[in-house]
């Protein structure tokens, strides 16, 4: 089955630091992909996503392509913030699928 | 507009009882999805729920059940609840024609002991 796989936590980086969170998936076809951020004590938030390979899905700050031939689909942030401070998720579905599949988050603290 | 909302928020119960949580839909959706998120995990799908009918299930016992009412609000149901059950619940709601954009609530954390 489709599965995605992230990079062990915890992160720990200094304000204005560069981030890479890695984010590889197994899937069949061309599923989207997506990044998700949950904040302490709160749900799932969509950060971005993008629906085919090449393409860029940004917000933020945040940036993560879509890369067919290494089924990857990484995170980056070019300066985080103590406000960045979070668990992230990398996350798959496919076209016209009823359910995400997720990979297991990686947690990102920032200090000032 | 009103986002996805769970109740209640915390939940304790213990071995061998029922649970029922409860999810609003955001307005103007048609599709509630479930999600439990074990400590340190991902997400995993339970199932969702469109026009009242489970539309789609992942690898839950059928203790586990679900509802979804005519104003697409949902109840998440559990049985014979086991220590293992012990989670975060999480509830997305979503229109059919764009089920890629799932929308999340908070969440209810449930404690089995």
């Known amino acids: 089955g489709d599965s995605v796989t992230q990079m062990e936590g915890p992160v720990t980086l200094s304000e204005e630091a560069f981030l890479t969170i890695n984010c590889t998936y197994t899937?069949?076809?061309?599923?989207?992909l997506f990044w998700y951020v949950q904040y302490p004590g709160e749900g799932l938030q969509l950060l971005l996503k993008a629906t085919k390979a090449d393409d860029k899905g940004s917000n933020k700050g945040f940036e993560a392509t879509y890369r067919k031939e290494t089924t990857s689909f990484h995170l980056e942030k070019g300066s985080v913030q103590v406000s960045d401070s979070a668990v992230y998720f990398c996350?798959?579905?496919?076209?016209?699928?009823?359910?995400?599949?997720f990979g297991k988050g990686t947690k990102l603290t920032v200090n000032p | 507009e009103t986002g996805v909302t769970q109740s209640p928020t915390h939940l304790i119960k213990t071995r061998g009882q029922q649970v029922t949580l409860r999810c609003s839909s955001q307005s103007g959706h048609n599709t509630v999805s479930w999600y439990q998120q074990a400590l340190g995990q991902g997400p995993q799908f339970i199932f969702q729920?469109?026009?009242?009918?489970?539309?789609g299930r992942g690898n839950f016992p059928p203790r586990f059940s679900g509802l979804q009412f005519p104003n697409y609000s949902s109840e998440l149901n559990v049985n014979a609840l086991e220590l293992d059950d012990s989670a975060l619940y999480l509830c997305a709601s979503s229109l059919k024609l764009d089920q890629e954009t799932q929308y999340f609530g908070p969440g209810t954390r449930l404690l089995v002991l």
């Open positions: 729920y469109y026009r009242e009918e489970e539309n």
């Open positions: 996350a798959l579905s496919q076209r016209g699928s009823e359910k995400l599949v």
């Open positions: 899937a069949t076809g061309y599923p989207s």
